[in-house]
């Protein structure tokens, strides 16, 4: 019951951009903070960026300055515009949500930057 759906990874080329969605359905709590996530093969789960459901975000000091994290509420979804893209920001990036109850995890999507 309820689940996180991502969309927007890809490849791109060092300096490019990619916007990054997260919609969650039938998650029958409200939702409190959600965040994206980052992970590599053979390393462990990083915070990339948090928003709570007020609005009050923290990041990742390796993304501050070039990633962004938004939310809207009405629709439960979560969104994290990457600009500035650089090769070691190749992951794959999950999307998280969590409620009174228990945390959600999305499947994950891929993000490949080039040099």
């Known amino acids: 019951q309820g689940q996180l759906v991502e969309s927007g990874g890809g490849a791109v080329q060092a300096g490019g951009s990619l916007r990054l969605s997260c919609a969650a359905s039938?998650?029958?709590?409200?939702?409190?903070?959600m965040a994206w996530f980052r992970q590599t093969p053979g390393t462990q789960r990083e915070l990339v960026a948090r928003?709570?459901?007020?609005?009050?975000?923290n990041y990742a000091d390796s993304v501050k300055g070039r990633f962004t994290i938004s939310r809207d509420n009405a629709k439960n979804t979560v969104y994290l515009q990457m600009s500035s893209l650089m090769p070691e920001d190749t992951a794959v990036y999950y999307c998280?949500?969590?409620?009174?109850?228990?945390?959600?995890w999305g499947q994950g999507t891929q993000v490949t930057v080039s040099s």
């Open positions: 039938t998650i029958p709590n409200s939702i409190n903070a």
């Open positions: 998280y949500a969590s409620t009174r109850y228990r945390n959600y």
């Open positions: 928003i709570t459901s007020g609005g009050s975000t």
